[in-house]
């Protein structure tokens, strides 16, 4: 089979960016190349605490005890109650940004994952 006729066609030309275009660049040999980075941001977290009115409650009724002393010169009433002490707390944390590094990292990336 022969083909008898002149065809027209466009030319193969190597990959070329809109900026290599723009600019009449003919490039023949584009890359594109990628490096891992270490970056790190340092966080400082300290505790917060609030305290608010403590309320009191007895519990019951109270006891009491009576010792003589035993020579007799006195006595020595002791009076106990039980009760219930509310204290309300609120907890948190505070964070505080450090300034961010960045640095090179060891090796190369084979691709970047988004």
């Known amino acids: 089979m022969r083909i008898n006729e002149a065809y027209e066609h466009e030319a193969i030309l190597p990959y070329q960016t809109a900026e290599d275009a723009a600019a009449g660049s003919n490039c023949n040999c584009n890359k594109i190349s990628t490096q891992c980075v270490d970056v790190s941001a340092p966080l400082t977290l300290s505790p917060t605490a609030s305290i608010g009115t403590a309320t009191v409650a007895c519990q019951?009724?109270?006891?009491?005890t009576?010792?003589?002393?035993p020579d007799g010169t006195c006595c020595v009433v002791t009076l106990?109650?039980?009760v219930c002490v509310t204290v309300p707390m609120r907890y948190g944390v505070?964070?505080?940004a450090g300034e961010p590094k960045i640095g090179c990292a060891d090796g190369t990336c084979s691709?970047?994952?988004?």
């Open 60 to 64: 019951g009724e109270p006891s009491i």
């Open 66 to 69: 009576c010792v003589t002393e």
């Open 111 to 114: 691709a970047c994952g988004y």
């Open 80 to 82: 106990t109650q039980k």
């Open 94 to 96: 505070t964070m505080t």
